[in-house]
């Protein structure tokens, strides 16, 4: 008789050097069902998912999969057994269209021509079954990520996935986008498909999910069927205390204009309009916040603050001083602090050390370089830091590239706290990280709002982007629409501004 579960994880150990990752975990799915894997930064989330899909072998433990002891020893091995993995940074080539990299290596094959038209075909087939379409021929570069998040599940189906991974998915969405991956795994269920989820939400596991199992620290603590649970519950079983969320925002009176941007404009690498007269003014003690939808210029728009790409026109001036045209690395000597939404690719380097990726921005710092560098200050120092911000293992000498998603952001916000004396650009500082560390970042942007701070948050968080900010601007399609005190506006009002409608006018779909 066929098992009852798709999956059976056993006793999975898996040890990296002082880390234990996974310790004796046991790990059960239902065919059919949708199954969250919940858990602090660092709990093992990853780690065992990695293990299932072949990147990984486990020091101890077995996986069954329909009744029967597999063995996977590679990505390759996970594909031949059903099941697909979308990871959270996607691993789309931009420059192909949606089928070709649909097919990247399972090329159906003509002789020895591709077939794309058979991939296309086979493309409009999957797009009935899963409930959503995709246009075959549309490059990646220009779809927005929610369509590249499809790109990627389609992905997976079309190599035969009947088992899938997402590896929180919905950090990267749009309240709206997330409510139609919703749909489009609901579908996928009733279709006898299995989807294990992860995600930081604990909402979204009640609303998805027919069962969830957490982690803590490694170890498997309770599975649970999701009638017998709730958000509160759950958030104790995974930090094995209670947690104190949204303690409320002080009365702060802003203060002087630290932060003056007029007119700024720029072209994005294809040479399109990507930010269309932009002007905004931040004041010590004010957090500005920008909400949009991804890709509406947001992007190009830190860029441009941060001295990472050439303006055609416009002034920035921090603190008085015009630093237009400056390099990031005199915009960062002026105390500007700066927490990139990508923090491996853009503020980590992944192969050095803790200690020393605690040293980026301070290379010239006295406390730390004279005479060579003072290697005992330097540990000193990162030593306060992650322990201040709890990195996850408090560990100096781990590569970099080796924290969990949670702990590398963790890392690089205590560095560019600590860097920043007046100005603090914060791009989706809450991506990836689990409901405590979420309220502890929210305390340390607050209190430098107490301090007199000017902060330029970007995030597409409404919930959060409400919490924080002071102002709110909305960008869309390079421009900012609107802009108006945080006391102003509603969640609905925010809504159909992101979607570029502004005073109740319909505008053109964004793309
Ligand atoms: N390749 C690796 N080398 C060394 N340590 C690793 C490696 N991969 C993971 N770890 C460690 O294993 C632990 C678990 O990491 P994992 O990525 O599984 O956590 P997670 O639950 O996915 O966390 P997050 O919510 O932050 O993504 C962490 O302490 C991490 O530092
Ligand atoms: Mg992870």
């Known amino acids: 008789m066929a098992s009852e579960y798709v999956l059976e994880m056993r006793g999975i150990t898996k040890i990296f050097g002082p880390v234990v990752a996974n310790e004796d975990v046991n790990f059960k799915v239902r065919r059919g069902e949708v199954h969250a894997l919940v858990g602090e930064n660092g709990a093992g989330k990853s780690t065992l998912m990695k293990i299932l899909f072949g990147i990984y072998q486990p020091d101890a433990g077995e996986i069954c999969l329909n009744g029967k002891r597999a063995v996977i020893k590679s990505p390759s091995d996970a594909i031949g057994l059903n099941i697909g993995m979308v990871h959270q940074h996607f ?82 969405l749009t309240p709206d986008e997330a409510e139609e991956l919703f749909e489009i795994m609901r579908t996928l269920t009733h279709q006898g498909k299995t989807i294990i989820f992860i995600t930081h939400k604990l909402r979204e596991v009640m609303k998805t999910a027919q069962h969830v199992t957490v982690l803590r620290k490694g170890k498997t603590v309770t599975t649970l069927p999701i009638d017998e649970t709730c958000e509160q519950d759950l958030a104790l079983q995974m930090v094995g205390r209670k947690v104190e969320l949204y303690s409320g925002k002080d009365e702060v009176k802003p203060g002087e204009e630290i932060v003056k941007a007029d007119g700024l404009r720029a072209m994005d690498k294809y040479g399109r309009w990507c930010l269309k007269d932009i002007g905004f003014t931040v004041r010590a003690g004010e957090i500005l916040g920008i909400a949009g939808v991804a890709g509406n210029g947001q992007d190009e728009l830190v860029d441009v603050f941060m001295g990472l790409k050439k303006l055609s026109k416009g002034r920035i001036e921090i603190d008085g001083r015009d630093v237009t045209g400056k390099t990031s690395d005199v915009i960062r000597s002026l105390g500007v602090g700066y927490i990139p939404e990508d923090r491996y690719e853009r503020s980590m380097i992944r192969d050095a050390s803790v200690a020393e990726n605690m040293l980026l921005g301070f290379e010239r710092d006295e406390r730390f370089n004279g005479f060579g560098l003072k290697t005992d200050a330097i540990k000193k120092w990162a030593d306060k830091l992650i322990h201040e911000f709890d990195v996850q293992p408090p560990l100096l000498d781990v590569p970099a590239g080796s924290l969990s998603g949670g702990n590398a952001q963790r890392a690089v916000m205590a560095r560019e706290f600590a860097l920043s004396k007046r100005v603090i650009i914060a791009c989706q500082p809450s991506h990836g990280l689990d409901i405590g560390s979420i309220d502890f970042v929210h305390k340390q942007l607050l209190d430098r709002r107490r301090k007199g701070y000017a902060i330029i948050l970007i995030s597409s968080d409404l919930e959060e982007m409400l919490y924080l900010a002071d102002t709110i601007a909305v960008m869309y399609k390079g421009e900012l629409i609107s802009s108006f005190p945080n006391r102003d506006v509603d969640e609905k009002r925010m809504g159909l501004l992101m979607a570029g409608v502004r005073d109740a006018e319909p505008e053109e779909e964004a793309r």
């Not at 094959?109 to 797009?127: N, Q």
């Open 91 to 172: 691993m789309l080539v931009p420059s192909f269209t949606v089928a070709q990299n649909m097919i990247l290596g399972v090329e159906p094959r003509k002789g020895i021509t591709l077939d794309l038209a058979e991939a296309e075909e086979r493309i409009r087939e999957l797009s009935g079954v899963c409930g959503f379409t995709i246009d075959p021929e549309a490059r990646i570069r220009d779809c927005p990520v929610g369509v590249q998040q499809r790109v990627e599940i389609m992905k997976a189906l079309y190599r035969g996935a009947d088992l899938l991974i997402l590896d929180e998915p919905t950090s990267v």
